[in-house]
Every structure is written in structure tokens, then in C-alpha cells.
């Protein structure tokens, strides 16, 4: 069985920062592309940033600078470090697992990340 579970969201003011963890289990981590995506209600979802085993990344244009990927492989984790934080960040955040950069196969339950002053 499949599990992704997130933590880390929270509401924070403008300019601060949050940390988002997720912990893998039931997939072989070393070879999945794990991914950061956010999704508000009547939208798409959104791919923040990936990573691939290679240690490979993508950040959508309006993060780059200000969030970091990175994957732990021993312990099944990957972590998005969200810096800078933006009103328009304010999302629920879901940690996702898959075989390509672009297509999840798994999604987490998601964690709210609030950003308001």
C-alpha cells in the first residue's frame, strides 16, 4: 500500500518562511520522481517543483529562488523549503510520487499552507 503523508503547513505572514516534509512508503523511493504540486478548488492542479533520483529539479517560474526541493533517499523523504512566502502562495500543498517528472501516480492528503498578514 501506498502512503505519502505530509506535514509541515501552517499559516505564516508574508516573507516568512515553512517547511513541507513528506515520508514515502510502499513505493521503491530510489527511482520515483517525487513531486511538490498545489491545488485550489475549480483550478488545475499545479506542479511546484519536482526531483528526480538523479537529484534533478524543476520549479515553476513563480517559486524559482524562493522554494527548494531536496529528497532524503535513506529515509524516504523529500522536503520543499518555501522561502520569501507570497499571498499568492496560499495553497493546499500535496506531495506526489510517480515515474516521470510530469505525471504523478500518487498523491498524498494534502497540507494547507496559509500565507497572510
Known amino acids: 500500500q501506498v502512503q505519502l503523508v505530509e506535514s509541515g503547513g501552517g499559516k505564516v505572514q508574508p516573507g516568512e518562511s515553512l517547511t513541507l516534509s513528506c515520508t514515502a512508503s510502499?513505493?521503491?523511493?530510489?527511482?520515483?520522481?517525487m513531486h511538490w504540486y498545489r491545488h485550489a478548488a475549480g483550478r488545475q492542479p499545479e506542479l511546484v517543483a519536482a526531483?528526480?533520483?538523479?537529484?534533478?529539479?524543476y520549479y515553476l517560474d513563480s517559486v524559482k529562488g524562493r522554494f527548494t526541493i531536496s529528497r532524503d533517499n535513506a529515509k524516504n523523504t523529500v522536503t520543499l523549503q518555501m522561502d520569501r512566502l507570497r499571498v499568492a502562495d496560499t495553497n493546499a500543498y500535496f506531495c506526489?510520487?510517480?515515474?516521470?517528472?510530469?505525471?504523478?501516480?500518487?498523491w498524498g492528503q494534502g497540507t494547507q499552507v496559509t500565507v497572510s498578514s
Open positions: 526531483i528526480t533520483s538523479a537529484m534533478e529539479t
Open positions: 510502499g513505493i521503491p523511493f530510489m527511482s520515483t520522481v
Open positions: 506526489t510520487a510517480g515515474r516521470t517528472m510530469w505525471s504523478p501516480d500518487y
